[in-house]
């Protein structure tokens, strides 16, 4: 990136010089015969579409850290991060990896960015669905899960945070959130506790009976009633089918 | 390929397909307000392994219309190397929708990384050779002929040892590819280096000519347009266009419009314009089937 590698043919090293400024450019001159007018045009355009590439994934973020410190951490972004996709939703990602190496930002800042992501990412992951039947017996068949899903827990309560509410410390306990795409395409969080994330976890690859996953979450917690998780679990189960999470039975 | 190319499904007039737009064409289907509407564009790499509501948004347009790529991110005139693996992407999507047309800028986005923009490519000896071996590498493994398009930019090159149209020419040569012409960056590139955008317009080789665009822009100064395709078409594009049309016949043109994104009634008004152009050339040329505007075919 810096362009100074003579190896190369005059237009590219030209052509490294040129990005080197956009990057940075108080550390990199404009390449020399370059008018400064015209140069800026680039420094402003390349920036600010990286900007809002990157803003519209993030808006609480942007928020709580204020203008100023989004602009300078985009701007480091931007100088240090060598981007090696070409699709545009990889953009968002890009910056979510990149932000622990950050030093400065709040100690939510990842966990945050995480959940603001993650919307972005189950709204477009590229699922298949498995052959199932809607109704269908969840505790002696295998329950299917929304493809689109992942089971999160954060040690900050992402889904509170805004620019009034900046938690200073991190939970006793983990939040533990579920995010979902549902049948009309809509992405949905939910609130859940540790058991129920657990039990979607299990269930998520699709190959234990409702049963048999119940029969893993009650050894996991040291349950000795079985009979009694599992008549809740069945009730459980029905209640993530009526929300949409569940999707029916395996067939 | 030349025989694909023949049988080109892509005709008539389009619209760039924004998401914001997607719901209203979707709604206006069948009405005359999409009459005219004969083929949509979209950027590859907005569309490529998307799922969700944007698969389903996909489909309902390929079940519909004619669909062009339009790439931004091949960086063909960069210096990292080809994005192979990318372009092995693009030609499973490109059969799995049965998509016929795709076009790439004579521009570069990547410098090590993506920089998600189009920069400005030295007009050198070098570097015709260098954008010509990838454009027919990217040929090779697509299976079929792309268009490259004149990119719109902002600094001329102090390096540059030819001018515009000649790098256009020299590349479209060396790699046998065909055009996209962008008839607004003709304009738009007039206006920031002084040049003559009929004269320019004349020097494109006509009988590679598939595909142009035609769009807004925004005049910052007198002596700079920034090309943001985010305001109507301005009357001297328009008259480029019809230029364009009486020297090369007519081609599938679409209206791009990508920021500032008006009702699609405003945006059909300017893609009937688009189909009234092509429709007197055509009336025209069918008066007069002796006349030179019939198209000729790209060479072997």
């Known amino acids: ?251 | 390929m030349g025989q694909a190319q023949s049988h080109h499904p892509i005709k008539g007039a389009g619209l760039g397909l924004k998401r914001e737009l997607l719901p209203q064409i979707q709604a206006a289907y069948g009405t005359s307000l999409t009459a005219h509407l004969d083929f949509v564009e979209i950027a590859p790499e907005n569309w490529i392994g998307a799922g969700g509501k944007y698969a389903k948004q996909l489909a309902w347009f390929t079940e519909r219309y004619p669909i062009v790529c339009h790439g931004l991110c091949l960086s063909l005139g960069g210096p990292d190397p080809l994005n192979e693996d990318f372009l092995r992407q693009v030609k499973q999507f490109l059969d799995q929708h049965q998509i016929p047309l795709y076009t790439e800028h004579l521009s570069y986005c990547s410098d090590g990384g993506y920089l998600y923009d189009l920069l400005p490519i030295p007009f050198t000896e070098e570097a015709v050779h260098h954008v010509a071996r990838r454009i027919r590498r990217t040929q090779e493994i697509l299976e079929r002929r792309i268009a490259v398009e004149n990119a719109s930019f902002y600094v001329a090159s102090p390096i540059a040892e030819m001018d515009e149209a000649s790098f256009i020419r020299a590349v479209l040569q060396e790699a046998d590819c065909d055009l996209h012409l962008d008839i607004n960056n003709i304009y738009v590139n007039s206006v920031n280096f002084g040049f003559d955008p009929h004269a320019f317009l004349r020097e494109m080789p006509g009988e590679r000519i598939v595909y142009a665009h035609i769009a807004g822009h925004d005049h910052e100064t007198e002596d700079l347009i920034i090309d943001t395709h985010g305001q109507d078409v301005i009357d001297p594009v328009w008259q480029l266009l019809r230029e364009a049309y009486e020297l090369f016949g007519v081609f599938p043109t679409l209206l791009e419009r990508d920021t500032n994104i008006p009702p699609l009634a405003d945006a059909m008004h300017e893609v009937n314009k688009i189909a009234g152009l092509q429709a007197a050339q055509q009336g025209i040329a069918r008066q007069q089937p002796a006349d030179a505007v019939s198209r000729k075919r790209a060479s072997a």
């Open chain 1, 1 to 251: 990136m810096s362009g100074a590698d003579t190896d190369l043919p005059l237009f590219q090293q030209y052509q490294l010089a040129f990005t080197a400024h956009i990057r940075h450019p108080r550390l990199h001159a404009r390449p020399e015969g370059v008018p400064a007018k015209r140069m800026r045009v680039y420094n402003e355009i390349v920036f600010n579409n990286l900007q809002s590439a990157v803003g519209a994934c993030y808006p609480v973020l942007q928020r709580v850290l204020g203008k100023r410190a989004w602009q300078a951490l985009l701007r480091r972004f931007f100088a240090e991060h060598q981007a090696n996709s070409p699709f545009f939703r990889d953009i968002p990602k890009a910056f979510l990896a990149f932000l622990p190496q950050v030093e400065t930002l709040p100690p939510y800042a990842v966990s945050l960015a995480h959940y603001e992501w993650v919307e972005l990412a189950i709204a477009s992951a590229d699922t298949v669905t498995p052959m199932l039947t809607a109704e269908g017996d969840l505790v002696q068949g295998i329950p299917i899960v929304a493809p689109a899903l992942a089971v999160l827990a954060y040690d900050y309560p992402v889904q509170k945070i805004s620019v009034r509410f900046k938690p200073r410390q991190a939970l006793a306990e983990p939040v533990h959130l579920l995010v979902f795409r549902n049948q009309q395409d809509e992405v949905k969080f939910v609130e859940m506790n540790a058991m129920t994330a657990r039990l979607l976890e299990l269930l998520q690859p699709g190959e234990l009976t409702g049963l048999a996953a119940l029969q893993q979450l009650g050894m996991e917690m040291g349950h000795a009633d079985s009979t009694s998780l599992i008549t809740f679990g069945a009730a459980l189960l029905e209640d993530l089918r009526q929300q949409d999470i569940v999707w029916g039975v395996a067939v």
